[in-house]
């Protein structure tokens, strides 16, 4: 069975904290993709990685950082967390024809 | 760019009644397009996907949907909602040129009564 994890289902930080998701995956995908979902807006780019060690931002990068070290875990990094941060994330991988698949979300909430 | 307009925030249907949520989309080139459903408290799961070939694609649960190129619309359906399909529905597309990114529309949640 294919397998999306990711490193925690609710996080709770606070306002400056570095915060770390991590996701892994068993697929062997060559694709790894770091969203957020809002009410309302749907799902957002923030960074994808197409390679280990390669990176790109989405459509909304700014206050986030990723690293790609291994093929199979993507690391998703809040540099100074912020309250307009929580949200929830959701990590995705596929290959590069292929559908993509979800992990089943981190709720991360920063007071 | 690609984009998707998905009609409706919430619908509401009873128990064996059809389910009808729309899907508009925008792209330059001909695109692949996708639906997944999110269950409260989980990720994303695929319902179905068009790629190239028949129009009419059948997905999982006994949903389907029709990619109808002349009115850039892929629509999704099912004949008779159950309760178990209350779920948050999201439409997706991906294409053009470079790399592939799916591009989502902002969801439509389907609450089913008895």
């Known amino acids: 069975d294919v397998k999306v994890t990711q490193s925690s289902r609710y996080l709770v930080k606070r306002t400056g904290e570095k915060v770390f998701l991590e996701c892994v995956q068993d697929?062997?995908?060559?694709?790894m993709f770091w969203y957020r979902q809002d009410p309302g807006l749907g799902l957002r780019l923030i960074y994808f990685?197409?390679?280990?060690?390669?990176?790109e931002k989405g459509d909304i990068p700014e206050g986030y950082s990723v690293s790609r070290e291994k093929k199979e875990r993507f690391s998703l990094i809040l540099e100074s967390a912020s309250t307009n941060q929580t949200s929830m994330y959701l990590c995705a991988s596929r290959r590069t024809s292929g559908g993509s698949f979800f992990g089943p979300g981190t709720r991360l909430t920063v007071l | 760019a690609q984009s998707v307009t998905q009609l409706g925030s919430h619908v509401s249907v009873s128990e064996g009644a059809l389910v009808l949520l729309r899907c508009n989309y925008s792209s330059s080139v001909p695109p692949y397009l996708f639906w997944y459903v999110q269950y409260p408290n989980q990720g994303l799961q695929l319902l179905l996907k068009y790629t190239t070939g028949a129009t009419l694609v059948k997905g999982i649960n006994g949903f389907e949907a029709e990619f109808k190129k002349s009115e850039t619309s892929f629509h999704l359906t099912k004949p008779s909602a159950h309760m178990s399909d209350a779920a948050e529905y999201f439409c997706?597309?991906?294409?053009?040129?470079?790399?592939?990114?799916?591009?989502f529309g902002t969801g439509t949640r389907l609450l089913v009564s008895p």
């Open positions: 990685s197409y390679d280990v060690k390669m990176k």
């Open positions: 997706a597309v991906m294409g053009g040129t470079g790399f592939q990114k799916l591009v």
């Open positions: 697929m062997d995908h060559e694709n």
